[in-house]
């Protein structure tokens, strides 16, 4: 990376263009709330960056710095075709000048979408893997494991998981200036759930919502991504998945219509449209107390959306 000799976040930042600032609490509007007595706030990590957004680069921040001081100039990771975790991966090696490969599950000739097209045009290096191959690469959790050796480069597991990750996810907290009893989020690999639940204070909670139907993994992945039993602030909701990953329906569609015609937040079914319906409903059926605050993290993913 030209320019940068010590890897300093503040210089990373600044050649990426984070705007850590942009990222506000919002109050939500919704009829349900004012009914239900239940204060909802937003903070709107979608707006930190118009590629780089939401969890991504709370995420991959500190692997990225991690990488740039050991020297590595070849990121690998995997994701779907859709993946905002490699558009971001992709996007993050044009800007810095690295070299970046994501290994996409399934075919090629059955896949092409602006997700693809974007990671070509920001020269990340493709290859298509079978979904039992993918599932394989799943296990590699270290940056030197297996396809990093494979491919020559520094490995980042799927979704960015890694404990690098929880640190930088943490670091939403400290930007939470106001009282709060819960924080609800959207959930793929967990990942962002455990960087929260670990450094948030009890009797605070983190809900998440799974985004992926079946996603009894997803607990297990929670717990070994903490390391410590002791950690049970949090719980996750299966009951919002809307069939599965990336499935939609009318509802959930007019649901997020509804959400943005009250809202100036642009949200996309896939992750963060799921958790605010699945969020507004508990409330709707009294699942909260009367009188509690919650904020609900906007992941961004907007990108997802285009395709
Ligand atoms: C927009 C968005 N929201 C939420 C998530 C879920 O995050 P995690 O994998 O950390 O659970 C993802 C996946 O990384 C995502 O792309």
Redesign the pocket.
């Known amino acids: 990376m030209p320019g940068i000799l010590k890897p300093d976040l503040i210089q990373i930042e600044s050649e990426l263009g984070i705007n850590n600032r942009a990222s506000i609490i919002e109050p939500v509007q919704h009829p349900v709330l004012a009914y239900n007595s239940v204060h909802l706030y937003i903070k709107r990590d979608d707006l930190l960056h118009p590629v780089i957004s939401?969890?991504k680069w709370r995420?991959l921040k500190y692997t990225l710095r991690y990488a740039l001081t050991h020297g590595h100039q070849h990121l690998i990771s995997m994701g779907g075709a859709y993946s905002?975790?490699l558009h971001a991966l992709a996007y993050i090696g044009h800007k810095l000048n690295l070299k970046t490969t994501g290994l996409i599950r399934g075919e090629e000739s059955n896949q092409d979408n602006q997700t693809l097209s974007d990671l070509r045009k920001w020269g990340m290096t493709l290859e298509f893997v079978s979904r039992s191959n993918f599932r394989e690469l799943r296990k590699y959790r270290t940056h030197d494991a297996e396809p990093a050796k494979q491919y020559n480069g520094f490995w980042i597991p799927e979704?960015g998981a890694s404990q690098d990750a929880l640190r930088g996810v943490a670091e939403i907290l400290k930007e939470i200036d106001m009282e709060f009893d819960t924080l609800a989020l959207?959930?793929?690999?967990?990942?962002?759930?455990a960087g929260l639940a670990k450094k948030l204070p009890r009797p605070q909670q983190v809900l998440g919502f799974s985004a992926l139907k079946g996603g009894g993994f997803l607990e297990k992945d929670v717990k070994k991504l903490l390391k410590d039993k002791s950690v049970n602030n949090w719980s996750i909701n299966f009951d919002y998945h809307f069939g599965g990953f990336a499935k939609n329906s009318d509802e959930l569609t007019s649901f997020v219509n509804e959400f943005e015609s009250y809202n100036d937040i642009p949200l996309e079914p896939i992750?963060?449209g799921k958790m605010l319906f699945g969020l507004l409903d508990m409330i709707k059926n009294e699942r909260f107390k009367k009188g509690q605050t919650i904020i609900a993290i906007h992941?961004?993913?907007l990108q997802g959306d285009r395709n």
Do not use: D
């Open positions: 939401g969890n995420k905002n975790h979704g959207a959930c793929g690999t967990g990942t962002t759930l992750y963060n992941t961004g993913g």
